[in-house]
């Protein structure tokens, strides 16, 4: 993880921050993750009852050449 903040007004906004060396890394990481039976049978149905998936937004950035998030 890179990032992790709170909205300072808005008490239901969360950012979370992570980085990857380049799509391969991605890929490999979140298949160790959420194919991991422990995910896929214990802790992923938990974390789906807390998330509100309509209103979360998923974007994926390129940090800019100077940018200290690299």
Do not use: C, H
């Not at 807390?50 to 209103?55: H, K, S, T, V």
């Amino acid at each position: 993880m890179t990032g992790s903040f709170t909205g300072e007004q808005e008490a239901d906004l969360y950012v979370w921050i992570r980085r990857f060396e380049n799509e391969s890394d991605r890929e490999s990481l979140y298949a160790a993750v959420y194919q991991d039976p422990e995910w896929k049978d214990v802790i992923g149905p938990k974390v789906g009852t807390l998330l509100d998936r309509e209103r979360m937004v998923v974007t994926r950035l390129e940090p800019m050449p100077k940018s200290v998030l690299r």
